[in-house]
């Protein structure tokens, strides 16, 4: 069986692509990284925490300087190490299992099959879990062909509990001289297809993260950093996870429906260059923004651009979900009541501007 792919680059916490997946493999084989424990970081190649905390354990282990960094001397270190390992050869597929919406598909079973020139023969099997993820390993004496030189041609095939077929593998799919670590991704011709919009993909993101604090709540200043944390911490767009914050803040006060605000300005309707909104010349929206005016904009809006903004934030851009389109009435009604408000504080505003003195 062919040995792991020798490094050529210097690794390190962040890194990602095919050698991070060649020395995980390796650290898996001398006991340091547990597949299991680690998959996420498996399945996207990523030099994650498990990573770096099997790295640092290898080189304590072998009185290296504990840096979590793979430069020359612990590379060559792992690589004698593997070749001189008695551990038993064990084979890892690992993948991720998606709906064709892209959401995960959970619990449903990954077959691993080898596969010969007239035939298949199954090496293992797993359920996909919460994320969509599977690890499945097996033997190499399991295997037909047990090359030293070449790994075997593997497939997989997705079946639901019920036993009915979700994806059977055409040639194509065919990973073949597979490695000991072997990252297999599947999406599913059949199965969940409703589109996932934006606002609840960031809501859903962020909710565990919350620790009880309101959405409404969040700040970034220079004593708290929310959106710097959840952005980072969830992968989120920090322009975006402001949007959200903005929308709550808004129904706070006026009870206006958070996905209908985050839609307005997802499709930038509220920036105003020419100086005609409430607050003037606003060429960008953060948390800073004073409700009121922004507000105000949103009630003086005309109807048709807010109906063909709410249309393509739903059917084209996927910002929001198809429900909203339902409330746009009752949002025209509550907005109505306040348009006169508005009016007043536009007039008042522009006639303060006109009267103060210039120097």
Known sequence: MSTLKQLTDILSLGAQGPEVTSLQAELIILGVLDAES?????????????????VRLFQANKKLPVTGVVENVTENT???????????KVFWVVGLVSNPNGK?????????????????HLRGQAATDRNGDYLVCFDVSSLCRQSGTTGPALVVRVTGKDGGLHFEPALSDTVFNAARLTIINITLATGDTAVQDEYDKITSAIQPLLCGVKISNLRE???????????????LNPTNLQYLVISHRLFDKYTLPPQFTY????????????????????????????????????????????????????????FVSNALLASLPSITRLLSGYVEEANK?????????????RN
């Open 345 to 357: 504080y536009i007039s008042d505003e522009r006639s303060t501007a006109l009267t103060v003195p």
């Open 78 to 88: 792992i690589q004698r190490s593997v070749a001189g390992s008695k551990a038993r």
């Open 221 to 235: 200043d220079s004593t708290v950093q929310d959106i710097t944390y959840l952005s980072n911490e969830a992968n």
């Open 104 to 120: 995960p598909a959970v619990d449903v079973d990954v077959h691993v099959f080898e596969k010969e020139l007239r035939g298949k």
């Open 38 to 54: 680690a998959l996420s970081e498996l399945i996207s190649a990523t030099f994650g925490d498990k990573t770096n905390d099997a």
């Open 263 to 318: 839609a307005l300005l997802r499709e930038d309707v509220l920036i105003s260059t020419d100086g005609t909104s409430a607050a003037g010349i606003r060429t960008s929206v953060g948390l800073s923004i004073p409700l009121q005016p922004l507000f105000y904009d949103i009630v003086l809006l005309p109807s048709a651009i807010v109906q063909s903004t709410i249309q393509k934030a739903v059917n084209s851009d996927h």
